[in-house]
């Protein structure tokens, strides 16, 4: 081989070791710009998903906070409901006990065999019937609050009820169908019987004091006085006016239980719809939402590996700013 041949394969020779080298650094240069726009990528769909998931959580906890104030508001109109027809269930029973007990003193004619768990000092002054009348107060006082409590709007019709009962003339709103009983319930002496429930019931514990003060004031009490008391007009009356309101109190209480059931069944609803609302919005945001977007990541993953795969440990070893771009954080996190 001549001189001129050896010169012409060395020059031929440094020139395709020169293009090797070129191309290597333009896959090099690829590489990088293609490892930069990688990273780039991860850092800008972070921000993405940060967004679209947050966006999701924020309508969630939304959800769940409007729940629980609906829960706090039904549980608070719940307890007020409950404490009202607590209050409603006891009217009639202490007007009958303080109308019983009175009975009874008048028939035993001594407080030692009516009241013996009551010690011999309180007997006049703190005994049942006393209890039951103090009771009635509380009670009148509580029905008469019921318009300016928050009741929900399906108490409406009981409340406008209740009004016109406890203000109203007894008689004629509930005995209107048969006018004799009309009639014989406005003729009954003692009490404001027309003038509604509360002024009733105030009558009746009143008149029922008298009668017990009238027969204590005597200086001696004899089986005739007893028979006379039990007898007297004014304690006739008072029983009778029992037997005419305690039927519109009930009926009261009546209306009060299904207004409640109704409004019960109506929360029920409610509640069943509300969680079919929820499982619907969740259905949807896992189908057309969280699995597309597992999609995507997974299919960014293989892309992520695929490239890494094409890339040679040589020129990884020779090149610095790849070395440091595929050992840092955000692409080892990328690929696991």
């Known amino acids: 081989m001549t001189r001129e041949d050896r010169n012409g394969h060395y020059e031929r020779k440094k020139t395709k070791q020169k293009e090797i080298k070129e191309e290597d650094e333009e896959q090099m240069e690829y590489l990088y710009a293609r490892s930069k726009k990688l990273r780039d990528t991860k850092s800008n769909n972070k921000k993405v998903v940060a967004l679209q998931v947050g966006s999701f959580a924020m309508i969630f906890v939304a959800y769940f906070v409007v729940d629980f104030v609906f829960d706090e508001t039904f549980m608070k109109k719940f307890k007020l409901a409950m404490d009202h027809l607590s209050v409603i269930s006891h009217r009639v029973p202490n007007l009958r006990y303080n109308i019983g007990f009175a009975l009874e003193e008048l028939a035993e004619n001594d407080l030692a065999v009516v009241y013996p768990g009551i010690p011999v000092a309180e007997r006049m002054t703190n005994n049942y019937r006393i209890q039951y009348s103090q009771n009635m107060s509380s009670i009148q006082m509580q029905i008469k609050d019921a318009g300016n409590q928050h ?14 009962y406890d203000q109203g003339n007894v008689c004629q709103l509930y005995y209107s169908s048969n006018p004799t009983t009309v ?6 002496a003692i009490g404001n019987i027309m003038g509604g429930l509360i002024l009733s019931e105030v009558g009746l514990v009143g008149y029922a004091d008298s009668i017990m003060t009238q027969f204590y004031s005597q200086a001696t009490r004899t089986t005739a006085t007893q028979r006379d008391a039990i007898n007297s007009a004014l304690y006739q009356n008072a029983v009778k006016m029992l037997d005419m309101i305690a039927p519109a109190m009930y009926y009261l209480g009546d209306v009060y239980t299904q207004t409640f059931y109704d409004y019960l069944s109506d929360q029920y609803t409610i509640q069943r719809v509300r969680f079919a609302i929820f499982l619907l919005a969740l259905i949807f945001v896992t189908i057309f939402v969280w699995m597309p977007y597992l999609r995507r990541l997974t299919s960014q993953i293989f892309r992520t590996k695929g490239l890494l795969n094409m890339i040679p440990m040589s020129m990884l070893q020779k090149n610095k700013n790849l070395r440091d771009i595929f050992t840092s954080e955000q692409i080892l996190s990328a690929i696991k």
């Not at 009639?183 to 009954?188: A, F, P, R």
């Open 183 to 188: 009639s014989e319930c406005e003729n009954i």
């Open 151 to 164: 009741f929900p709007g399906a108490f409406d019709r009981y409340l406008k009820e209740l009004l016109s």
